[in-house]
């Protein structure tokens, strides 16, 4: 209950702030228009500079947090501190629907920092990560070594799909051979409904398939949602 009502009086607070600001802005330009008239220069200067400061200083903190909460989310995935992959070697998107239905799937080089962690695989690496904040509903399956388990053949049959864009075969084929040898690395996250239909144990609804190849330096992200 009390949590509840905290939520309330928060949300009280941002609409009245929210509901504040062209009021406030209209007031604030009035002033400005005054102290011109007025030929109060040094007051004018201020008032002009003030709300370009705070607004710069605003984008910067947002700017930090958000290069911050970036690296937190790639050391959640990768269990070590790296502030950002590499520009990517090939970057495939599908259009996307309201629902956030379509496809895509990046190939980034391999940061060495990644590549010797993984060299380095412990049971820390292998049983604690990726950390997900996936909301309910979602499956985690962790960091295994390739190759690939006979159990998840079905869950990277429907990651590897192809649309026949330019290079993506390519890409897809290599995802295929590096996890019929060792030398790779896989994990992936998955939501859909539980039955057996033509063999296969789940109908997946979407899923985020990652692959980290330490024999071609390459990482491979891909995402289907259905």
Not at 27 to 38: A, D, E, P
Not at 64 to 81: F, G, M, P, Q, W
């Amino acid at each position: 209950m009390g949590v509840i009502l905290i939520q309330i009086i928060f949300s009280i607070i941002l609409i009245s702030f929210l509901l504040s600001i062209p009021i406030g802005g209209i007031v604030y330009l009035i002033l400005m228009v005054r102290n011109g008239i007025k030929k109060k220069w040094k007051l004018l200067a201020v008032q002009i500079i003030t709300p370009v400061f705070l607004s710069a200083m605003l984008l910067g903190i947002l700017n930090v947090y958000a290069n911050y909460d970036h690296a937190k989310s790639l050391e959640r995935i990768y269990a070590t501190k790296i502030q950002k992959l590499p520009a990517p070697i090939y970057n495939y998107e599908s259009e996307r629907f309201f629902n956030g239905d379509g496809y895509s799937l990046t190939v980034y080089p391999l940061p060495k920092v990644i590549k010797n962690r993984f060299q380095k695989a412990d049971k820390l690496l292998l049983t604690k990560y990726p950390k997900f904040p996936y909301k309910e509903g979602w499956q985690i399956v962790k960091w295994h070594k390739s190759p690939i388990d006979s159990k998840y053949k079905n869950y990277l049959s429907f990651a590897i799909i192809s649309d026949g864009s330019p290079g993506m075969e390519n890409h897809l084929q290599a995802i295929e051979r590096s996890l019929s040898r060792p030398g790779s690395f896989y994990s992936f996250v998955y939501k859909g409904s539980s039955f057996i239909h033509k063999e296969v144990e789940v109908c997946l609804l979407d899923i985020d398939f990652f692959v980290i190849d330490l024999q071609q330096d390459k990482i491979y992200h891909i995402n289907n949602n259905t």
